[in-house]
């Protein structure tokens, strides 16, 4: 019996631990990201564990608690100048969302979720099975635009190499994801978590920013 209390004592100890350095290693993460401008969660996350000297597998922190801890960041230590920068991004979004709505536009990405720093581009997936749709309806609206593409993964099976189009309006870059209509049914998988990407429409971005409204009139009370 006391071999065994040992044990489970030293157990918890070695689970404590882990879950500290997993905090840690999702802080400093998200402080990489936050002041050196790093985009990717993986290389994040091994340039903290790299500078802190963690080296375990086991501490390493999903990507969600990077994500979580990089808003706490945002939050603790941009204060107003990030929840204004974001409010500005978002407007401009819903005005995209809106020129573009024969695409049925759909915001995505860090403007959407809300870590979003001063170079973030608004990311949008737009819809059409005619791929040349879009560069199309650019050129129409006088707006020359960047082609790139990105690999979107639209299920544990499928993966889309996906036309994207870059541009500047506004002050701010804007990158658009040409998909076929019926991936709008499913969002694709997201690079974070790997579960449906977390998208909102026109309407849902005005009840957004409806509540942001308000939660910053709350707030200056």
């Known amino acids: 019996m006391p071999h065994a209390h040992a044990r489970r004592h030293a157990h918890e100890h070695a689970l404590t631990r882990t879950r500290e350095r997993r905090h840690r290693l999702a802080h400093e993460a998200a402080r990489l990201m936050a002041e ?6 993986h290389q994040a996350k091994l340039k903290a564990a790299a500078r802190l000297g963690i080296h375990d597998d086991a501490s390493l922190p999903r ?13 603790l230590f941009a204060g107003e100048g990030h929840a204004a920068g974001l409010r500005a991004r978002r407007e401009s979004a819903l005005r995209a969302l809106e020129f573009f709505a024969p695409f049925d536009a759909r915001l995505v990405g860090s403007v959407l979720d809300g ?5 973030a581009p608004v990311a949008l997936h737009l819809h059409a099975d005619d791929a040349d749709a879009v560069p199309r309806f650019l050129e129409d609206h006088g707006i020359p635009a960047e082609a790139r593409t990105r690999r979107l993964r639209l299920d544990p099976e499928r993966i889309l190499d996906a036309p994207v189009w870059l541009f500047s309006a506004e ?3 804007f990158d658009l994801t040409v998909l076929p209509a019926a991936v709008l049914r499913q969002a694709p998988l997201s690079g974070v978590d790997e579960k449906p990407m977390q998208r909102a429409s026109a309407s849902q971005l005005r ?7 308000i939660s910053a009139y709350e707030a200056s009370r």
Request: proline share 0%.
């Open 63 to 75: 990507n969600r608690e990077i994500e979580d801890a990089l808003r706490e960041y945002q939050r």
């Open 115 to 119: 870590t979003a720093d001063a170079n």
């Open 171 to 173: 002050d701010f870059t």
């Open 207 to 213: 009840a957004l920013l409806a509540q942001d409204e």
């Open 36 to 41: 050196g401008g790093i985009r990717d969660y």
